[in-house]
């Protein structure tokens, strides 16, 4: 009888043990529950690699206006008319194949001294900007004067050679790969543009056009 005394009394103060532990355990749950809410802004969901924000696309500093082509002679032209706009390094060249239609010339001479006599007499009235053609054929000996995209500036180039005193040259139609030059304008403002839309119009047979810079 004692012996079942003691064990019920052994029995009894466990079950109060285990009571108050498991009221301890529920309120440090509660507490960590508790705590986990205070600190929720402080939580920080991570989803793989952040991320990378997108670059920036960086600005277009390659634009330019193109202006041409031009002979040799004509560049000198083109250039001169832009010294007063002072580009300095704004102002590049670049060659421009150019598929040309017409030509200026003087036909075939008897031989390649009278020829070349004859280009010493451009050169006395100031044309230095011929070629004597020397391959084998119809057109060896002939003087070529200038190459043009049409008829149109091409007569109107001879009108300025009659007005030197050339009484020889004619206007040919003639099809042929020329290397021209072209003129370009980095990030020309609306004063240069201006500018350059009035100088085209006293340049017949050249054009203006956006292009990437050379």
């Known amino acids: 009888m004692k012996v079942l005394v003691a064990i019920l ?13 498991s009221e301890r355990l529920r309120a440090g749950n509660e507490a960590a529950l508790l705590e986990s809410q205070l600190n929720a802004g402080k939580i920080r969901i ?47 060249s670049a ?5 040309a239609g017409w ?3 003087i036909p075939p001479q008897k031989s390649r001294e009278v020829a ?19 391959e084998r054929g119809s057109w060896e000996n002939t003087i070529s004067l200038g190459i043009f995209r ?6 109107r180039f001879l009108e300025s050679l009659v007005a030197k005193g050339v009484r020889l040259a004619v206007v040919g139609a ?4 020329v290397r021209l030059t072209a003129l370009y304008v980095r990030e020309p403002d609306e004063a240069v543009s201006k500018r350059l839309v009035e100088l085209r119009s006293e340049m017949p047979g050249t054009a203006l056009r956006a292009a990437k810079c050379p």
């Open 9 to 21: 009394v052994i029995a009894n103060v466990a079950l109060m043990g285990w009571g108050l532990l």
């Open 46 to 92: 991570i989803r793989g690699e952040p991320d990378t924000p997108p670059s920036p696309t960086p600005p277009i500093t390659d634009a330019c206006i193109e202006w041409g082509p031009f002979s040799a002679e004509e560049l000198a032209r083109a250039r001169a008319s832009l010294e007063p706009l002072a580009l300095g390094s704004r102002l590049a």
């Open 95 to 99: 060659p421009m194949p150019v598929t």
């Open 103 to 105: 030509w200026v010339y």
């Open 116 to 134: 070349e006599r004859k280009v010493d007499e451009l050169k006395q009235l100031g044309i230095v900007d011929s070629y004597l053609v020397q």
């Open 150 to 155: 049409n008829e149109d500036g091409a007569q």
């Open 174 to 177: 003639r099809q042929q790969t």
